[in-house]
């Protein structure tokens, strides 16, 4: 198959959202990132290029979380079992379909967007913590029913499935981790600008005024219905394609991989990355995965009290999380230097 087109339209699509949508400060910011973060995988061994992979992985899953409890107000535990998905519907492709690994992403995403808009729908009459209980209860009974024998021959059963990392095409000198950095990098930067446009707009205006006061919302003659339905299948889209590069990045998927703690490390990377902060979401992917390395090298057999510990002073002294404390310091400093 030719990839030619794809990666062209890829590269393409990313530039032309960058130069449209945001302001020429922030353009200028990203364009430091995307340049700091281009150099990174030639400096630094390949095992941290596959932990900043991850964290680009993480970055998406929340940034799709976020757009559900940050900018809607509906609240999830739930979001392990669309990573899930994302991540199955991405091997079972691979593995049984021959379906190249790029295709497998808006696959996944269209698939999670299905799902949560299905279980948006009925979760409307539901709220708070009843809306919380449901979606644990999709966590818990999702890595069951991966192994449950009807889908074995697909899913693997508790063995799962197998992937090969992709190599880098036209021959460029870059090794697999390198390739599948600057691949998650990409679609990771498109769904960057993808929720930066939404809340930015006219729907994303909506969800919030759905997420501060539902009934001024409805009376101001916005299907508070669909605008939640919408969301929740908006931001499983996203968790959806995270669980997909998550899948190629660490090649191999398995029931036991999606478990609720999964839920729980994303809410943790959203309340710690900030909430309603889109930017802050890359800070929280940053968290669940270096911290519990941290704690462990702070004592093995106190890890999880020195996990503990360190989430609560984070939260204690940022209470509005890394992402809305460092915009707080960068207008101060701002501030400061007219």
């Not at 999830?76 to 379909?97: D, K, N, P, Q």
């Not at 009459?125 to 449950?148: C, D, H, N, V």
């Not at 990377?269 to 929280?284: H, K, N």
Request: glycine share 10%; aromatic share 12%; with cysteine.
């Amino acid at each position: 198959m030719n990839t030619r087109p794809f990666w062209i339209s890829l590269v393409a699509a990313v530039g032309a959202a960058v130069v449209m949508v945001l302001p020429r400060r922030r353009l200028a910011a990203l364009i430091l990132v995307i340049a700091a973060a281009s150099i990174l995988p030639f400096t630094v061994k390949n095992f941290f290029v596959f932990q900043m992979t991850l964290v680009m992985v993480y970055t998406v899953a929340i940034l799709g979380l976020n757009i559900l409890t940050g900018f809607n107000g509906q609240f999830s535990l739930g979001h392990s079992a669309f990573y899930a998905v994302g991540a199955y519907t991405a091997a079972v492709l691979m593995e049984h379909g021959g379906v190249a690994y790029y295709w497998t992403l808006p696959v996944a995403g269209i698939v999670c967007f299905a799902s949560g808009f299905l279980f948006g729908l009925p979760a409307l009459r539901l709220e708070g913590i009843y809306l919380a209980l449901a979606t644990f209860a999709l966590a818990t009974a999702t890595p069951q029913i991966l192994k449950s024998t009807p889908l074995e021959h697909w899913t693997g059963g508790v063995q799962g499935i197998i992937l090969n990392k992709p190599d880098a095409p036209f021959g460029l000198p870059l090794n697999p981790d390198q390739w599948l950095y600057f691949f998650t990098l990409a679609v990771a930067l498109l769904m960057f600008i993808g929720a930066y446009n939404l809340v930015n707009s006219r729907s994303g205006r909506a969800m919030m005024a759905i997420r501060d006061n539902p009934i001024a919302a409805r009376s101001m003659g916005i299907p508070v219905e669909l605008y939640k339905s919408l969301t929740f299948g908006l931001s499983a889209l996203y968790t959806g394609v995270a669980g997909a590069l998550g899948a190629l990045a660490i090649q191999f998927v398995a029931p036991d991989s999606f478990t609720f703690l999964l839920s729980i490390a994303l809410f943790v990377g959203l309340v710690v990355g900030g909430v309603g902060s889109i930017a802050g979401t890359f800070f929280g992917g940053l968290f669940i995965l270096f911290v519990p390395n941290i704690a462990e090298q702070v004592s093995k057999g106190l890890a999880g009290a020195v996990f503990g510990i360190i989430l609560i002073l984070v939260i204690y002294l940022m209470p509005s999380g890394l992402g809305g404390t460092i915009r707080l310091w960068l207008y101060r400093l701002l501030q400061g230097t007219r």
